[in-house]
């Protein structure tokens, strides 16, 4: 029996089931995918200091984020098409999400809808936004997440405009799917993943549903989605999402100090540093390299959180001694999900603490909270 004890591992695994073109639209950025790499390089370099003869025989990396109690410093982001990658693959991570005590946060582009995800689990989760044209459909968006029980509210700010992802488009991965014989063959091999996604609640945007039965099929919603990212959104319209929605809010997609500052003086309960993985604006500098300036820009007025590269509990680590409140993880979320399903995301989840654990002890630290920059070293070149 094979053992998968890396992200790594789950993402080869992933890799195999399903097609290139869902894979590929996870693992891969936009233009040359400088910043993609750079979120990898940047984590990597930092160096931990090793400490001995400490009392490690006891051990927490239980937090907090919002005030909510969590396992560890943790959260599954919002990833669009989770259930391309695994059929019903929202609901299977939040359930999995849910065991292991750790937050939810469910895409806007999700297969699944906010419904399906209700009615899955049994406790709140939150939900993702992005701020369409059409401001009626973000205004039923928030208000059936209300309606949802959903806990927080995630503003992504960084798609206004769609970065060029030149893989996509030579995977022919649009809406409706562009057929090539590579794709298709791509598909024929691997007949698991097409039973599991042809068996599961929905194929296209669940979210979306109640406008696809208004119009003539997959080629006009793509039309209306491609159409919707609203360019002329400002930091003005934080008000209007205020107005409607009267639970924590957190902005996803902050990578410089001045937008920080702003955040922070409008009420956001969290911020996330966030490059989007890679898969926006190619050139920008890696999540981790920013963190910190961030964190002295925001000052203790918001939880600031980081996601951008964590594929390992000390890709974890590193954030937090850099000064973050909590990490997300999406590509390795992805890359569990594709891999085994939901018994994927728990496995990837426990790896994930198990790493964390470790790495803190043989540091010194034995809580999550004692997380600071002097476990690690300074080398030439980190950020």
Known sequence: MRVYNSIADLRELARQRVPRAIFEYADRGSFDELTLARNRSDLQAIEFRQRVM??????????????????????IAPTGSAGLFYGNGEIHGARA???????????????????DVHQAVQQPFWFQLYLMRDR???????????????????????L???????????????????????????????????????????????????YLKQTSGLRSLSEWIGSQFDTAVTWQDVDWVRSRWPGKLIIKGILDPEDARVAASLGFDALVVSNHGGRQLDGAPSSISVL?????????????????????GQDVLRAL???????????????????????????????????????????????????????????????
């Open 97 to 115: 999400a849910q065991a292991f005590g750790i937050p939810y946060c469910m895409s806007t582009m999700s297969i699944c809808s906010i419904e």
């Open 292 to 312: 910190q300036e961030i964190v002295t820009a925001v000052d203790g007025r918001c939880e600031v959180w980081f996601d951008g590269g964590v594929q390992s």
């Open 160 to 210: 206004q405009v769609q970065g060029i992802r030149r893989r996509d488009a030579k995977n022919g991965l649009s809406i409706p799917p562009r057929l090539t014989l590579r794709n298709a063959l791509d598909i024929a091999t691997k007949p698991a993943w097409a039973m599991r996604v042809l068996l599961g609640k929905r194929r296209t945007f669940g979210n979306m549903a109640s």
């Open 136 to 158: 009626s459909f973000n205004a039923e968006l928030i208000g059936r997440a209300h309606a949802a029980e959903c806990s927080a509210l995630m503003l992504t700010v960084d």
């Open 54 to 75: 400490r009392d490690l025989s006891k051990l927490s990396v239980a937090s907090t984020m919002l005030g909510q109690p969590v396992t560890m410093p943790l959260a």
């Open 321 to 383: 001694a850099l000064g973050a409140k909590a990490c997300l993880i999406g590509k390795s979320y992805l890359y569990a999900l594709g891999a085994l399903g939901g018994p994927g995301v728990t496995l990837a989840l426990n790896l994930l603490r198990k790493e964390l654990e470790v790495t803190m002890a043989l540091t010194g630290c034995t809580d999550v909270s004692q997380v600071d920059a002097r476990i690690l070293r300074r080398t030439p070149g980190s950020p």
